[in-house]
């Protein structure tokens, strides 16, 4: 949804990981062989095989692979002829709440399956690649005006860091059985984050894992999963989870969840770009937690009337009150490595 009205509060970055339906998604099931160990050289996606799968597509001896790892619809990257494939992990270092483009075009996604104006917000469509009608993001264009390079300063800095965790993937280009998953990361003890001359983190830093994206202490099961993900035309979809949302505001930091999450990017060899991650929070649970910090007393009221005028998902039986709203988040990804060590929970 594209809303027009002006927020009159304070600025807030955003951090997104995702979380499954299915909380007891074991580590086992993440293909990560040792258990609280996310060590990418001792894990198996064996039961991902696009090759034998028949929504996938087969690739012959002919089939070129782009030597650069982009896709295209000619070209049939296959990785791993054996169907056990290592996982591909990316950093997500831009993050940002993008607002429309010059045809009014927003980010997100159709949560609700409808077009029909809810709540009196009125559906977006969506840039390229994805072109999709129905668009829920009802607050996120209108935050983004107001965070500005907050939330991108929380990546640069190191204080907000999400990797997502590709399992499965035997093709970049066509693949119907893939696992995504999204850890919160930590910089390593002692370590120095390097960034690019944009001023980007780098690719190919290594990243220890929050406790928290972890449902038990025994760091067995992965909380931040989706329960399904496929790649197609080198676009990668995941749906059927949910995401927690940092929010950090005058020195607090502030957590709710996203429900109904959708997560599409393009995948490469390295790169994810064009991504997108999207949902809706509950407006109840996001006052609750907003409520348990005394600290931030003053704007309480600000903040639920604002969550309220931008209401979009869930209608009451009239249809003239919702109780979520929508948001989405658009990212860019390089490659990166998970050192196997679970930091904090203590």
């Known amino acids: 949804m594209a809303p027009t009205r002006t927020l009159t509060i ?17 580590v086992a099931d993440l293909g990560i062989a040792d258990a609280g160990q996310l060590d990418s050289s001792v894990m198996d996606s064996s039961s991902s095989d696009a090759t034998t799968d028949a929504d996938s597509v087969d690739a012959s001896p002919t089939d070129a692979a782009m030597s650069d790892g982009t896709v295209g619809d000619a070209a049939m990257i296959e990785l791993c002829s054996s169907g056990s494939c290592a996982p591909r992990i990316f950093l997500l270092n831009t993050v940002a709440l993008t607002g429309p483009d010059e045809e009014g075009r927003v980010p997100g996604f159709n949560l609700d399956g409808s077009e029909a104006i809810v709540c009196g917000q009125v559906d977006g469509m969506s840039p390229p690649p994805d072109n999709a009608s129905g668009v829920d993001n009802s607050i996120g264009p209108t935050l983004g005006e107001l965070v500005g390079d907050e939330m991108q300063n929380a990546i640069d800095d190191g204080s907000n860091l999400v990797v ?180 904090g929970g203590d």
């Open 164 to 343: 997502v965790q590709a399992d499965g993937v035997d093709s970049l280009v066509n693949d119907s059985a893939v696992r995504i998953t999204l850890w919160i990361a930590r910089t390593p003890s002692g370590a120095t984050l390097a960034h690019e001359g944009s001023g980007r983190l780098s690719p190919g830093q290594t990243f220890d894992t929050d406790a928290l994206s972890y449902v038990d202490v025994a760091h067995t099961m992965a909380v931040y999963a989706f329960s399904s993900a496929s790649i197609v035309g080198g676009r990668i979809s995941a749906t059927g989870g949910e995401a927690l949302v940092f929010m950090p505001l005058m020195g607090t930091m502030l957590t709710t969840k996203l429900h109904e999450a959708q997560f599409r990017a393009n995948i490469a060899d390295g790169t994810l770009t064009q991504g997108v991650l999207g949902g809706a929070f509950d407006n109840e649970e996001f006052m609750t937690e907003f409520a348990s910090h005394p600290e931030l007393s003053e704007l309480r009221t600000v903040f639920e009337a604002t969550i309220t005028n931008f209401s979009d998902m869930h209608p009451n039986i009239g249809g003239t009150m919702c109780s979520y709203t929508s948001i989405a988040v658009t990212f860019d990804g390089v490659n990166a490595v998970l050192s196997g060590t679970v930091v």
């Open 10 to 26: 304070l600025a807030f970055a955003f951090s997104l990981a995702a979380c499954s339906d299915d909380p007891a998604q074991s």
